[in-house]
């Protein structure tokens, strides 16, 4: 691996992306996290997956400097969509996905960030989508995860001044699940992704399918889908160990089966 590092610990994968000087997302670093991902997908080991950024930043965007050798439209889409695919991978991986966010997540950065399932951010991190002082727009779905978590005056606010809000202001805005200490940022993540771990897989797994069918299927038919998945989730081992642990007023140990 060039531009990530793998550490396994309790059910937790971590992984640090280091691609010094800002951590730029260039297709070859897509492409090596999409990797990462099969390998983390079919992992028993691997309950939840925690992505932060080793330097000074989560991510400072695309590579700007890749897009000099960039010379046409249908290279440009070609790129958007690349990156779109491997956003669409993660918010969709059926395992949660934490980001945990310091210094800055711009451009691309922070389209990483909105595909994962939850973000932590340290109180002075930088989140904004500054393309447009580029003179090009984001292409990593940014114009359309952003508008769901802010609406539609802040994301158009953010776009059109290029200019970033504070983690802080990411949690007040609904961008962040909660903003820390940048020195706690990373203890902070893992606690969190501890809790998660200890749940059982399968339900886990079921409710990111479902939050996901919010996306683009209408209620009755995502209703639907949640009593399969509640009949599914039901005559697993594990509820019958939650339902039992309850009972004999212990802690459950899942196994995912
Ligand atoms: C479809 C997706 C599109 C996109 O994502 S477009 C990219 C959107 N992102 C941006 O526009 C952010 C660009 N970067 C910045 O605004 C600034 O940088 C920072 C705020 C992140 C940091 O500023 P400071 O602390 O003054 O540091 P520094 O000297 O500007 O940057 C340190 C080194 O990092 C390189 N760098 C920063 N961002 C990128 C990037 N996105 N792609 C490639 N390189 C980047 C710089 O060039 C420099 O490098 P060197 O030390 O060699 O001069």
């Known amino acids: 691996m060039d531009f990530f590092r793998l550490a396994k610990e309790e059910f937790v994968a971590v992984v640090t992306f280091s691609r010094p000087p800002a951590n730029a997302l260039s297709s070859a670093v897509l492409k090596e996290l999409s990797t990462i991902l099969d390998e983390l997908e079919t992992d028993p080991e691997v309950r ?13 965007g695309a590579d ?11 290279e440009a889409s ?8 491997v956003m669409e991978r993660i918010e969709r991986f059926s395992k949660p996905v934490i980001a945990a966010i310091h210094g800055a997540a711009l451009g691309g ?32 779905a940014g114009t ?7 609406g539609f005056g802040k994301a158009a606010e953010m776009m059109w001044t290029s200019e970033p809000i504070t983690g802080l202001e990411a949690v007040e805005w609904g961008l962040a699940n909660k903003a820390v200490p940048e020195e706690k940022l990373l203890d902070e ?12 897989p399968l339900s886990v797994r079921a409710t990111i399918e479902l ?9 009755a038919e995502a209703v639907r889908e949640e009593a399969e998945w509640f009949g599914r989730v039901f005559v697993s081992e594990d509820a019958k160990e939650g339902v039992q642990a309850f009972l004999e007023k212990r802690p459950p140990v899942f196994q995912g089966k």
Not at 64 to 74: G, P
Not at 144 to 150: D, H, I, K, T
Request: aromatic residues 6%.
């Open 78 to 85: 070609s790129l958007s969509r690349n990156g779109q695919l």
């Open 211 to 219: 939050l996901n069918a919010a996306k683009e299927k209408s209620f």
């Open 109 to 140: 950065g922070l389209e990483l960030a909105m595909s994962c399932h939850i973000r932590i951010v340290a109180e002075t991190a930088k989140l904004g989508l500054p393309e447009l002082q580029l003179g090009i727009i984001p292409g990593f």
């Open 189 to 200: 993540a893992k606690q969190l992704a501890q809790k998660i771990a200890a749940k059982s």
């Open 48 to 60: 939840v997956v925690l992505l932060h950024g080793e330097g000074r930043f989560f991510s400072a």
């Open 144 to 150: 359309q995860r952003l508008v769901r978590y802010v």
């Open 64 to 74: 700007i400097k890749e897009f000099t050798s960039v010379a046409s439209a249908e």
